[in-house]
């Protein structure tokens, strides 16, 4: 019978049991699809990834990311993840205390570094293969906030208004007043239902400019229901698309915009986003999300056949 190792990794966190589960197998030779998303069922994680050889001989690995419910062509915790696990098993070869690689990924070539200390990846930051993209209006906050389980004046409008964005995967963002306000937010899947799950920016972020911790500048939350993700503790293609709908409306700074960004902490599993910006002209021209990753446990998965 086949034997498929697997790892698993807590990722954009610095200790185990935060941040957002991964489930890694870093050698997914001879798998079929439909085997992929029965593994990626069975785990229940938010996703799997199965690494394969790269197609271009220039790149690292070819990654596909799976969520239990279907393949997706780009997600940010499983590339910041997988490049964790990959250089800490030794599969990625670490040069120096900085290492680039790129990833092969259904949304194009993705490009990460790995940051390194006496040979040990301490921080990987993944570079978007596709900028940021503004998505046809959403519903307005009287659908929305019903939908959240929120008032109305609990969502903001004006500059800071629901909006969809995508840098390879869209998002709904609803910006809201302050981060009681993200604790707050229920969905309710009747009216998301109604309102998003027929749309392609059926996933869900609310945000506040008002992190806890000093030093953070923003608190957010991802519900993802149409892809068996109730809730999502750490969500990095959502938190790349969020730098665009922030950078967007900052007319002010230009060069390299950073952010901080608190997620999962309402779910018990506190996780740390680092978000860069760059932006020149008044375009942006560069996003990049990073973060810790540990390595959990180790194992076997047995097929039959």
């Known amino acids: 019978m086949p034997k498929y190792k697997y790892f698993t990794a807590d990722v954009f966190t610095s200790t185990r049991f935060g941040g957002n589960q991964l489930a890694v197998l870093p050698d997914a030779r001879g798998l079929t699809t439909e085997q992929m998303q029965a593994i990626a069922k069975e785990f229940n994680y938010p996703e799997s990834t199965f690494v394969l050889p790269a197609e271009d001989p220039k790149h690292t690995r070819r990654v596909r990311i799976f969520t239990p419910a279907s393949e997706m062509p780009f997600a940010g915790h499983p590339t910041v993840g997988t490049a ?169 700074r230009e060069g390299t915009l950073r952010w901080v960004v608190e997620q999962g902490y309402e779910m018990g599993r506190p996780s740390i986003l680092e978000l860069e910006v760059d932006k020149a002209g008044g375009a942006i021209t560069a996003v990049r999300v990073g973060g810790g990753s540990v390595l959990v446990c180790e194992g076997m998965i047995t097929l039959d056949g």
């Open 84 to 252: 964790h696990v990959l250089a800490t098993i030794g599969e990625i070869a670490l040069t120096g205390d900085d290492t680039h690689i790129v990833f092969e990924e259904n949304v194009g070539p993705v490009p990460v570094r790995i940051r390194s200390s006496g040979g040990v990846p301490t921080f990987c930051q993944l570079s978007v293969a596709r900028l940021p993209e503004i998505f046809p209006p959403i519903p307005p906050r009287e659908v929305l906030a019903p939908m959240l389980s929120l008032h109305v004046d609990d969502l903001l409008d004006g500059r800071y208004h629901p909006q969809a964005v995508s840098v390879g995967l869209p998002f709904s963002f609803v910006p809201l007043r302050n981060r009681d306000a993200v604790r707050r937010a229920k969905l309710r899947i009747d009216l998301w239902e109604a309102a998003l799950s027929t749309t392609a920016h059926h996933m869900v972020m609310v945000f506040a400019l008002d992190a806890e911790a000093p030093g953070h500048d923003v608190r957010a939350r991802m519900f993802a229901p149409g892809e068996s993700i109730p809730e999502d503790p750490a969500t990095g293609s959502a938190c790349a698309a969020l730098g665009g709908y922030l950078a967007f409306r900052d007319d002010t």
